[in-house]
């Protein structure tokens, strides 16, 4: 069965500073893998999703994250974080099966210091 | 597109009352997802539609919770009675084959 770790409940970090929030999957075969965002009172939003090939994956918001197979790892990633991302960030993982459901991670809750 | 829509966003009602929280999904897709949001619990998911029918409810919490898809524009979410415990965010999110999920801007239910 698909299932997703986030091992980090909650993050604070300075505006400006360096991201990176963990994801760990377990999946039988090659995963797609999404990140979502949750700001406050909204939606989940994506961010970002890798299907296959470049193993670095771009999204919106500055936001990128980069699938590791041997480690069954799918990081996401900020240079420069700014207070505006201050929110809950979730990772999933899915299933090239049609149809298959999607699991969501537990989420990380990023605090921005200013 | 105008993405997905539930209806009402919130809701306030009294214990033991009947709820109906509706989706309608983006046109075309064909998986419809109801989900449950708490701080304790955190996202669940309830039950999965597949081309309207029910794949997986085994998210549901009990006999109380029901969910349809009467055709592929439009699902619905009773809780018949409503208990305190059942206030919560529910989100509807939807997609089309192995794509990504999109979701609604959910109904925030209270229950008094």
């Known amino acids: 069965a698909q299932s997703v770790t986030q091992p980090d409940i909650h993050i604070t970090v300075s505006e400006g500073a360096s991201l990176e929030l963990r994801c760990n999957y377990s999946?039988?075969?090659?995963?797609?893998l999404f990140w979502y965002v949750q700001s406050p009172g909204q939606g989940l939003q994506l961010l970002l999703k890798y299907f296959s090939g470049d193993t670095l994956v771009q999204g919106i918001k500055g936001f990128e994250a980069e699938f590791k197979r041997s480690q069954s790892s799918f990081n996401l990633r900020k240079p420069s974080v700014h207070w505006s991302d201050a929110a809950e960030y979730f990772c999933?993982?899915?299933?090239?099966?049609?149809?298959?459901?999607?699991?969501f991670g537990p989420g990380t809750r990023l605090s921005v210091l200013p | 597109d105008a993405g997905v829509i539930q209806s009402p966003r919130h809701e306030v009602t009294e214990m033991g009352q009947e709820v109906t929280l509706r989706c309608k999904p983006i046109s075309g897709h064909n998986s419809l997802f109801w989900y449950r949001q708490t701080m304790m619990r955190g996202l669940e998911l309830l039950i999965y539609f597949n081309n309207n029918v029910p794949i997986d409810d085994s998210g549901m919490p009990e006999d109380r919770f029901s969910a349809k898809m009467p055709n592929a524009s439009f699902s619905t979410l009773k809780i018949q009675p409503s208990e305190p415990r059942d206030s919560a965010v529910y989100f509807c999110?939807?997609?089309?084959?192995?794509?990504?999920?999109?979701f609604g801007p959910g109904t925030r239910l209270t229950v008094l």
């Open positions: 999933a993982v899915g299933s090239h099966n049609y149809g298959q459901n999607f699991v």
């Open positions: 999946y039988g075969a090659t995963p797609y």
């Open positions: 999110a939807s997609k089309q084959g192995g794509n990504e999920q999109f």
